[in-house]
T-cell receptor
Framework: GNSVTQMEGPVTLSEEAFLTINCTYT??????LFWYVQYPGEGLQLLLKATKADDKGSNKGFEATYRKETTSFHLEKGSVQVSDSAVYFC?????????????FGSGTQLTVLP | EAGVAQSPRYKIIEKRQSVAFWCNPISGHATLYWYQQILGQGPKLLIQFQNNGVVDDSQLPKDRFSAERLKGVDSTLKIQPAKLEDSAVYLCASSLEGVGTEAFFGQGTRLTVV
């Protein structure tokens, strides 16, 4: 079945540092890949997505590239802010039927210090 | 656009009691999901509906959990009887049809079983 392996946290960075959160996946066919973010006290919300190989998703300064050859979708940001402190989840979804459900990684807690 | 609505936000019950959660998805979203998120873990799918039919309930503990989707819109998730290990946040999400479509999440119901 589908699975997502995500870099374990927690991750603590200083403001303006470079961020990488690693994510690799196992899936049949051509899944869509997502990063969701959960801010303290809030629900999960989509941060970015990519639906085919070599696509780059981007939002709020975050980027991730769908690499089929390495089955990876690493999240990056060049300069983090205190407001980026949250839990980040990598997820994938298959292309049809029951496979369209989101399968999540275990999450990475990011804390950005001023 | 109204988001996914869930109630209650918090619930504390004793083990062996029963509890029900309610979800109202975004209007027009055919697909509805219930996820269980245990503290420190990623969300795990319990059940997926397409309109009012079940697409996947392979991870739903059917001896104690049940779910229904009324007229293809609202949904309820019930636990009877509850166990201590059911303590978690229960997330409802909905999405449109189509590859790579975003799932929108409600704020969740935090269940504590004592």
């Amino acid at each position: 079945g589908n699975s997502v392996t995500q870099m374990e946290g927690p991750v603590t960075l200083s403001e303006e540092a470079f961020l990488t959160i690693n994510c690799t996946y196992t899936a049949t066919g051509y899944p869509s890949l997502f990063w969701y973010v959960q801010y303290p006290g809030e629900g999960l919300q989509l941060l970015l997505k990519a639906t085919k190989a070599d696509d780059k998703g981007s939002n709020k300064g975050f980027e991730a590239t769908y690499r089929k050859e390495t089955t990876s979708f690493h999240l990056e940001k060049g300069s983090v802010q205190v407001s980026d402190s949250a839990v980040y989840f990598c997820a994938l979804a298959g292309s049809s039927g029951s496979a369209r459900q989101l399968t999540f990684g275990s999450g990475t807690q990011l804390t950005v210090l001023p | 656009e109204a988001g996914v609505a869930q109630s209650p936000r918090y619930k504390i019950i004793e083990k062996r009691q029963s509890v029900a959660f309610w979800c109202n998805p975004i209007s027009g979203h055919a697909t509805l999901y219930w996820y269980q998120q245990i503290l420190g873990q990623g969300p795990k799918l319990l059940i997926q509906f397409q309109n009012n039919g079940v697409v996947d309930d392979s991870q739903l503990p059917k001896d104690r959990f049940s779910a229904e989707r009324l007229k293809g819109v609202d949904s309820t998730l019930k636990i009877q009887p509850a166990k201590l290990e059911d303590s978690a946040v229960y997330l409802c999400a909905s999405s449109l049809e189509g590859v790579g479509t975003e799932a929108f999440f409600g704020q969740g119901t935090r269940l504590t079983v004592v």
